[in-house]
Each structure stands twice: as C-alpha cells, then as structure tokens.
C-alpha cells in the first residue's frame, strides 16, 4: 500500500513573506498542494492521510467547494482527513454538513472514528479537534483494535494545550503507523512508528528549514517512509556581524551578497550585532534589500569611547554615570551591567540633542 502523510496545510492563511512575495504566498500554498495531488495521480497512491489543520481558520463553503473538486479529480487516491486546532469542529463549522465526493473520507467527530480499505488492506483511525485546544494526554480508548493487515492513526498535537504526549506513549497504542500532525517542522526521519511529516509550506517567520511531505509503503505491517521536499520558499534567519567600519550603504550591500548566497526566492530574517559607529544609526525600516525580507532586527550598540567620554565630561551627569561603571571590576560587570551602561549614556547623549 503506497500512501502521502501530510499535514498542517493551512490552505488560507497570509503569511509574511517580505514586499514581493506577501501578496502571493496564499496562491503558491494552494499550488504546493496541488503538487502533492498531481504526484498521487501521477503515481497512483492509495491512501492520501491529512493529519489536522487543512485550513488556517474555519473554512468558507467556496473554500471547501474547491478543495473538494481538487480531491474529485484523483482517479484513483482515496483521502482520510481530520480537522486540527484551527480549523476546529465548531456548532456551525461548514465542515459539519459538506457532501465530499466519493473518495474523501472526513473523519469529522470529537471521538475516535476507523475506516477500513480492505482494496489496500489497510484501516485508518482518527478524530478532530472539537476546540481549539486539546487538554491532556493518550486516551485508553485510542489503543488499536487491529482489524487490517495495516493500521494506521492520525494524531493532530504534541504541545501542552494541543494533546500533550511523549511519542513512547503513542507507539504503544498499537498502530503501525501514526501520522503526525500540528508541529510543522518535518522530522528528518521514522521515530519509533510515528513521524511528523511538518507543513508542505512554511507559515510562519519561525517556520525555518525544509518543508514538505511524507511518502511511503505499508505492507504486512511493515511501515518505510521518505521525507520529500516540496516548499515553493523558504525562511532563512541570518545574523549579521558588524562592526565600527559598516555603514549603512555597506550593510546594503551585505543583505543583499546574502540573499543571493542563499536564494533570491527565499524569505528572510536579518539580526544585525556587534559594535557599530555611533554616529551610524541603520534605517532598517526603508532598507531596499529585497523583495523576500521579512524584517531585518537591529541588536548593533554603539561603540563608546567610555574612558573618553568620561575624561571629557569632568564631574557633570554624563561623566559620573559613566565613572560609577568604571569604577566596578570589569570581570564583575556581567551582560546586564554592559546594557544598562550603554542605555543610560545614550539617553543622557539624546537629552543632550534635544
């Protein structure tokens, strides 16, 4: 039996992903799962399993129209879905009263449901989030009552509030494979019998590494897996050393070296650190670095002159601020002691502009 795991698709949301590619990230996260599709078309997979999560928030009815004619058009898959955290099973969730085509089985109820292929000789179980957050651990309940050569289960969580477990706690359930779902970082490979396989696309800014899906081969029991890239982008965290000779045309360019080093398609967070000339303040705010720059984080502190400065300022508010440090051990002032020096000499020197 061939199957694709997924999970966390989140078909709807607007994630930020810098001036040129924000607007039309929504599109290319449908397009991504649309890829998925077209390999279990192209491929004939059997069994296509979304661990919780198909939308960002509570679907439209248009939203579930157009998911459901993509599912139609697999001629021979058959798809096993949950509803996750966000896109929960409220009173009035469109979900409750859709009419899926006939190879969609939504597995759409707060307590634990099984549907069995015996085409594939396989059964999997599950159930939806009826809330958004899903107190406590493994339930008893969910042990596996084996009745297929293969028995897979969907879990959507793995934090406090989203169903707290220790993945021991899972394989001990029984299944011969549980796709994972609500952490959207894949894991790199099978743990145990269990796996996430992470959110086709990134979602978030802290959604960094590769991102995509699961394929594998279940057969007596025996589960292998493969992890498959697939995102369109990807996020990319950089720190930025800098120092007293950096301006802010240099720094430009810098950005600009990196996105090229790592991918003009990709989306990015810059930390600028280290010290930098004080009279050089970054506009990180109207920085023209690329179309892919989520935000670019200025953690840089000027570098004063201390002793200079203290000499220079004989006995008035800025020179004794400054003499009260020095006269503390340098191996005692800590990080802490460091920051509120560099923070009360540049109010002191901003008062003074004023």
């Given at each position: 039996?061939?199957?694709?795991h997924?999970?966390d698709?989140h ?24 890829s ?9 997979i ?6 919780g999560d ?8 248009r ?26 099973l409220?009173?009035?969730s ?5 009419k ?14 099984k ?18 957050e899903?107190?406590?651990g493994i ?9 297929m050569?293969n ?12 169903l707290s477990?220790?993945?021991?706690e899972v ?14 970082k ?31 081969t ?5 589960v292998?897996?493969?992890?498959v890239?697939a995102?369109?982008?990807?996020y ?17 360019d ?19 650190k280290g ?15 690329g179309?892919?720059?989520?935000d670019?984080?200025?953690m ?12 220079s300022?004989?006995q008035?508010?800025?020179g ?22 560099y ?11 004023e």
């Open positions: 039996m061939k199957f694709i997924t999970s698709l078909l709807g949301v607007r994630p930020d992903a810098g001036p040129e590619y924000t607007k039309r990230r929504p599109e290319e996260i449908w397009e991504t799962f649309k998925i599709l077209d390999r279990c078309e192209d491929e004939q059997d069994l296509l399993l979304i661990s198909v939308f960002h928030r509570q679907p439209l009815l939203e579930l129209k157009e998911l459901n004619a993509m599912f139609a058009g697999l001629s021979h898959t058959k798809v096993v879905f949950t509803a996750g955290n966000h896109d929960y409220k009173p009035n469109m979900y409750r009263n859709f899926w085509a006939g190879n969609v089985v939504p597995l759409l109820e707060g307590r634990l449901l549907v069995e292929f015996p085409e594939f000789r396989t059964a999997v179980s599950g159930f939806s989030y009826l809330d958004r899903l107190q406590g339930r008893v309940e969910w042990k596996c009552v084996r009745s050569e028995e897979i289960l969907l879990l959507h969580g793995g934090d406090e509030k989203h477990f220790k993945r021991a394989d001990l359930l029984g299944y011969d494979y549980t796709a994972l779902g609500h952490i959207h894949p894991d790199p490979e099978i743990t145990g019998k269990c796996r996430y396989s992470g959110s086709p696309e990134p979602t978030d800014p802290n959604d960094t590494g590769k991102h995509g899906y699961v394929i594998g279940a057969e007596n029991g025996v292998e897996t493969e992890f890239p995102a369109k982008r990807e990319i965290h950089l720190d930025i050393p800098v120092d007293e000779n950096m301006t802010g045309r240099l720094l430009l810098t950005l600009r070296e990196k996105i090229e080093e790592n991918g003009v398609e990709n989306m990015y967070r810059f930390t600028l010290l930098r000339d004080p009279d050089i303040r970054f506009d990180t705010v109207n920085m023209d670095a179309g892919g720059v989520v670019i984080r200025d840089t502190t000027p570098a004063y002159d201390y002793e200079k400065l203290c000499a300022n004989g008035n508010l800025l004794r601020f400054i003499q009260s440090f020095l006269e503390q051990e340098e191996e005692s002032r800590g990080e802490v002691e460091q920051m509120a020096l923070e009360g000499v540049q109010a002191i020197l901003e008062t003074r502009k």
